[in-house]
C-alpha cells in the first residue's frame, strides 16, 4: 500500500490523448509488441517478474508471464502465478458494499456510527459514501509515517488499528475535499463484517471469489502453503532485494487481496457485465466524485476513469510491499470498437501504470509521444528548481524537487512513492514519466511556482520551502 498511487497525479489515471492511427497492426505483430513492451520493462530491474493479460472483445491476446516469480529458486512467472495486487482489493471492497446496499442492509448515507456504534473519534458521522470515494477527512494510516509503518509487521486487531487513526483530528470537513485514504476502506471491512457477521475473507470468499470461480484470488496468508505464489522484492541501489515484510492484518479491506491475471480479467468481465452487482450499482462505482466547492475528482467507489487517446479508461493501481499492480478496462463505444481489458501484476516496485499505457497505445494503435531531446543545466541551474511545492488544494500532495547524482528528480509527498528523474526540454519545462510535464515559474532566479500536466489536465503548485 506505500504504492497506492503512482507518481504525482495518483489514482486520476489521465493518460495521454494522442491521435488515432487508423491502421491497425496483425494480431501476431501485436502480440510480438507486447511481449517486446513487457521484456523492455522487465530490462529496468524495477521488478524480477511480470504476469500480463490483454483481452480484447473475446480474444485473449496475451496471458502470460515474463522474468522470475522466486529469484532464489529461479521459478519462473506463468499466467497462474499468484500476486498481492494491493489496491485492486478496493474494488473488491466497495463491490461487496454496493451488493449490500443492493439488498437494504447498507444505507449509502449513513454513518459509520450507524453500524459501528462504538467507533472512537471524530470520524463517526462519516457517511458510507464519503468512505466509499475517499471524502471522509479521517487521516490515512499509511500517511502516518512511523506511526504505522513501524508496527506494520505486527498482527493487529481492529481495536489497535483505529487507535491509530481513529481518534485524530478530520483532515478536512467530510465531502469539501478528496484525499485517497487507506483508512475509509478499512472501516468499511469492518462493516461489512458487523452487517453480515463474517469475518471479512470468509465475505469475499463466499459471495464473491467462489460463485465467480476465482480459484486462484484470496485473502493473502502468509502461513498457508499457496502453490503458485509469487515472492514480493524490493529495489536498492545494490539491486533486487527481498521485500519489508507486512502484516495483511494492516491492508486488510484496503489492500490484502491476492490474485492472477488470469481470475483479475474474469473478475473484471462479471463486474462490468452486472454479474457481480447491478449495472445502476456499478455505474455509481465508477461516477466522478462531486466535491463541495471543490474540483469534481475522477474516482468513484474504488475505481477511477480517464482516458487514453479518445478511449474512455476504468482503472485502479495498486502497490504493497513488493508488488504493484495495474488493471485497466476501455469499454466498448465511441473510438472503441471492441472492450479491452489489461491486467499488469509485477512482484517489485515496478510501475505497472506506465505499463499499461505502452501497452494499450499498442493495442490501440496510438503513437508514443515524440521524444523531446534534453537541454543539459548546470549544477547552478539545477539549483533554481530545488524546494518543496504544494498542490493543494486541487490535490493534497506536495511535489519535492531534488538533486541526485548531478540528476534533477521529483518526488510526491505520498508514503512509499519513488523519485523520478526530470528530462529538461527547456524554458523552465520538464518531462517525466507517464506523461507527466512540469513547468516551473520562475521569479528573482528561484522556481515559486510549478504547473503539473498530465492527461490534458493541470494542476498549479505554489513552493512553500527550499
Known amino acids: 500500500m506505500r504504492s497506492s498511487r503512482w507518481f504525482v497525479l495518483s489514482a486520476l489515471l489521465l493518460s495521454g490523448t494522442a491521435p488515432l492511427n487508423a491502421q491497425s497492426p496483425d494480431r501476431a505483430t501485436l502480440v510480438a509488441r507486447i511481449d517486446s513492451i513487457a521484456e523492455a520493462a522487465l530490462a529496468t530491474k524495477r521488478a524480477p517478474g511480470v504476469s500480463i493479460a490483454v483481452v480484447r472483445g473475446t480474444d485473449t491476446l496475451v496471458l502470460r508471464g515474463y522474468g522470475f516469480a522466486d529469484l532464489e529458486h529461479k521459478v519462473p512467472v506463468n499466467d497462474r502465478t499468484i500476486f498481492r495486487i494491493g489496491s485492486l482489493t ?3 471492497t466497495s463491490a461487496a458494499v454496493m451488493k449490500l446496499v443492493e439488498q437494504r ?11 459501528l456504534p462504538d467507533y472512537p473519534g471524530p470520524g463517526a458521522s462519516v457517511t458510507i459514501h464519503q468512505l466509499l470515494n475517499h471524502t471522509s477527512g479521517i487521516p490515512s494510516y499509511t500517511d502516518l509515517g512511523d506511526r504505522f509503518w513501524t508496527k506494520s509487521r505486527l498482527d493487529l486487531s481492529h481495536a489497535e488499528m483505529l487507535d491509530l487513526f481513529a481518534g485524530d483530528s478530520l483532515e478536512f470537513r467530510p465531502g469539501t475535499s478528496w484525499k485517497y485514504n487507506n483508512s475509509g476502506y478499512y ?16 465475505l469475499v470468499q463466499q459471495s464473491q471469489f467462489s460463485p465467480l470461480g476465482l480459484t486462484q484470488t484470496s485473502y493473502c496468508d502468509d502461513v498457508r502453503i499457496v502453490e503458485n505464489r509469487a515472492r514480493g522484492y524490493g529495489v536498492t541501489s545494490e539491486g533486487m532485494v527481498n521485500a519489508d515484510p507486512i502484516s495483511m492484518t494492516s ?14 480479467v474474469h473478475w ?33 467507489y474504488g475505481l477511477a476513469t480517464g482516458e487514453l487517446g479518445g478511449h474512455r479508461m476504468v482503472a ?35 510501475n505497472t501504470g506506465a505499463l499499461q499505457t505502452q501497452i494499450a497505445r499498442a493495442v490501440f494503435n496510438i503513437p508514443a509521444p515524440e521524444m523531446v531531446p534534453e537541454v543539459p543545466l548546470t549544477a547552478e541551474q539545477r539549483a533554481l528548481y530545488t524546494g518543496t511545492f504544494d498542490l493543494a488544494p486541487a490535490l493534497p500532495m506536495q511535489v519535492r524537487v531534488f538533486v541526485q547524482d548531478n540528476v534533477l528528480m521529483a518526488q510526491a509527498s505520498a508514503p512509499g512513492q519513488n523519485a523520478f528523474a526530470l528530462k529538461h526540454v527547456g524554458n523552465h519545462t520538464f518531462d517525466g514519466p507517464a506523461g507527466i510535464r512540469l513547468v516551473f515559474g520562475v521569479e528573482g532566479g528561484t522556481a515559486t511556482s510549478v504547473i503539473v500536466h498530465q492527461g490534458g489536465g493541470t494542476t498549479t503548485g505554489k513552493r512553500i520551502s527550499s
Open 90 to 92: 478496493k474494488q473488491f
Open 105 to 115: 442492509k447498507i444505507r449509502l448515507d449513513a454513518t459509520i456510527r450507524d453500524y
Open 187 to 202: 472501516v468499511l471491512g469492518m462493516i461489512l463484517e458487523r452487517v453480515t457477521g463474517q469475518p471479512y475473507s470468509a
Open 251 to 264: 491492508p486488510y479491506s484496503a489492500g490484502a487481496l491476492c490474485s492472477t491475471a488470469r481470475d483479475l
Open 268 to 300: 473484471n468481465h462479471a463486474l462490468v457485465n452486472g454479474e457481480v452487482v447491478t449495472r445502476a450499482s456499478f455505474e455509481k462505482m465508477i461516477a466522478p466524485t462531486t466535491i463541495t466547492g471543490g474540483p469534481t475528482q475522477p474516482y468513484g
Open 316 to 350: 485502479h493501481s495498486g502497490g504493497i510491499n513488493g508488488f504493484s499492480a495495474f488493471m485497466a478496462h476501455y469499454p466498448a463505444g465511441g473510438t472503441t470498437r471492441e472492450p479491452v481489458t489489461i491486467v499488469v501484476l509485477a512482484n517489485g516496485p515496478l
